[in-house]
């Protein structure tokens, strides 16, 4: 038996070996706390927030020694083999920044500005901002043609550059807004009072460990995960001194490299998981991951959910997650940051990714007292262009994009952390994903 564990350790080095991206910067001290080594019955394994690729391996070994069938197990009923779509792609299939990037001309930042204007003159509540008043007449066939891209081409894309420093910050929330409500008009709530635009900037100085629960409001790390809604839209305010590089990964493109070689990891990825609601409710919920729907593959998750952070460690008991899970964790982490791209991501720039076809991470990052990496978040629905929605999920979208009404809308000028209970916090997003 040993020395099958050590061939498929070898293999698994030679076969599946992965350069992780050069990151930045230093990681939060607290997110270095070990968990004890994995124990049989009802014991979470050993798994943190941040992937570890030598446990990876090691468990991805051990599995394979106790059982060598496991990847010649079949796909869940009606899963593909394989999916062929320009959503499947590696980072190294794009080679310049202009395939992905859009430049907006002078003339467009003319009628940004002129918009600006419009929408300022109706005296209206930010909840109006749509394309009837906030008119772009030459960049909305753009914008209709860049949403297409999201939904049906590549899955991502970025608009460069809006002169942050020649607005305020409601202006700039405005434009952001304003912009966005051409890529997908609905608007999803991401905290508690219909707070509908999310800060992401780092939080540690002023609050303590103990109080946050998010990467997003540290300079950690963010491992690949998804948010939740259909598109994921961020606006720079601010880059960092050092590091913060955005990273996303095809998850389309993992799901065909499991499919091929380890299918068993796909099955437990849509068999039900133990969600963990930091004790909202009965404590946890279950569903998949990984949903096959309406010809379409969707993963929704939050590794943090399964593995707790900071100020929100995993809760006591409620049921761990399986060595299996542990293992289709690391797996499709550490695929998607081998097939990653990292995104040049300027002040002013907006990016917008399909969250439902891709992956995405950040690097570390370090601020400097003049130059805090700050970002803004939207998670907007495009009507006309959006996926279906999987059963399980549908409650959690009609929460997200039908609580709010243009009245009641909230466009926070300052970030701060969102949604507390048992004195961490639990960020809206992670609330609503784990109260599936």
Do not use: C
Request: hydrophobic share 35%; charged share 25%; aromatic share 10%.
């Amino acid at each position: 038996m040993t020395a099958l564990v050590e061939r498929v350790t070898d293999l698994l080095s030679s076969n599946l070996s992965i350069s992780s991206p050069e990151a930045a910067t230093t990681r939060t001290a607290a997110t270095t706390e070990s968990i004890e080594a994995p124990v049989s019955g009802s014991q979470q394994p050993d798994i943190e927030y941040h992937p570890d690729e030598a446990k990876w391996k090691a468990r991805t070994a051990r599995r394979l020694a106790e059982d060598p069938t496991l990847p010649q197990q079949s796909l869940p009923e009606g899963f593909p083999k394989h999916l062929d779509s320009p959503l499947v792609w590696e980072g190294k299939d794009w080679t310049e920044a202009s395939q992905w990037e859009y430049t907006l001309t002078a003339e467009h930042l003319k009628e940004i500005d002129d918009a600006v204007k419009h929408f300022r003159a109706l005296d209206k509540p930010f909840g109006y901002i749509s394309p009837a008043t906030f008119p772009l007449p030459t960049l909305a066939p753009v914008l209709s043609e860049l949403a297409h891209e999201l939904h049906n081409g590549r899955g991502f894309f970025v608009l460069r550059t809006i002169p942050v420093d020649s607005y305020s910050r409601e202006d700039n929330i405005l434009i952001y807004a304003g912009i966005s409500s051409y890529v997908g008009g609905k608007r999803a709530v991401q905290d508690a009072g219909n707070i509908v635009v999310g800060h992401i900037k780092d939080l540690s100085d002023t609050n303590p460990l103990k109080t946050i629960g998010a990467p997003a409001y540290t300079t950690d790390k963010q491992v690949f995960h998804t948010d939740i809604g259909d598109i994921i839209s961020l606006f720079v305010l601010e880059t960092a001194a050092q590091g913060g590089t955005s990273r996303i990964s095809s998850s389309w493109r993992v799901y065909n490299e499991l499919a091929e070689t380890r299918p068993d990891l796909i099955r437990t990825l849509a068999e039900p998981w133990p969600f963990d609601t930091f004790g909202v409710g009965d404590g946890y919920t279950k569903r998949p991951l990984l949903f096959y729907h309406d010809s379409k593959i969707i993963i929704q998750y939050a590794r943090r959910v399964f593995t707790g952070y900071l100020g929100l460690p995993r809760s006591q008991g409620i049921p761990p997650i399986t060595e299996a899970q542990a293992e289709a964790l690391d797996a499709i982490h550490f695929l998607a940051e081998k097939h990653s791209l990292g995104l040049s991501f300027q002040k002013g720039d907006i990016q917008y990714i399909n969250n439902l076809s891709i992956f995405h991470g950040r690097d570390g990052y370090v601020d400097a007292p003049d130059r805090r990496r700050h970002l803004l978040r939207l998670w907007p629905r495009n009507e006309e262009l959006a996926w279906k929605i999987p059963d399980e999920l549908q409650h959690v979208w009609k929460r997200l994009y039908e609580t709010a009404t243009p009245d009641n809308e909230q466009f926070p000028l300052e970030p701060e952390i969102l949604k507390k209970t048992k004195g961490g916090a639990v960020p809206f997003e992670l609330f609503v994903l784990s109260s599936i």
